[in-house]
């Protein structure tokens, strides 16, 4: 799964009108965006004309943070697991 950073509040249609402030990531949890909904959001191809989201570098996350981000999205993971091991579960859900 990709993540992304909000960096301009907007609210989703796409998404039952949920709105989305910044610095939260995108998308939310149980909400699977459209890879073009992603590209109207990564770029200023949409209605508004801004650039409401940036992809997030996991590897910037403290082991800690990939923890919550984890359990927030549903990942497994075990409290033995490295940071790159994080990284690839996160990464890899689907």
């Known amino acids: 799964m990709k ?17 989305y402030e910044v610095g939260v990531l995108y998308p939310r949890p149980d909400y699977k965006p459209s890879e073009a909904r992603i590209k109207e959001l990564e ?9 409401a989201i940036v992809k997030i570098d996991l590897n910037a996350y403290k082991v800690a943070e990939l923890k919550d981000i984890a ?16 990284i690839k579960a996160i990464e890899g859900a689907t």
């Open 71 to 86: 359990d927030r999205y549903n990942v497994e993971v075990d409290s033995s697991m490295k940071k790159a091991d994080l």
């Open 3 to 19: 993540l992304y950073k909000v960096i301009e509040r907007f609210k989703d249609g796409q998404d039952d009108n949920y709105l």
């Open 43 to 51: 770029t200023d191809n949409n209605r508004r004309n801004i650039v």
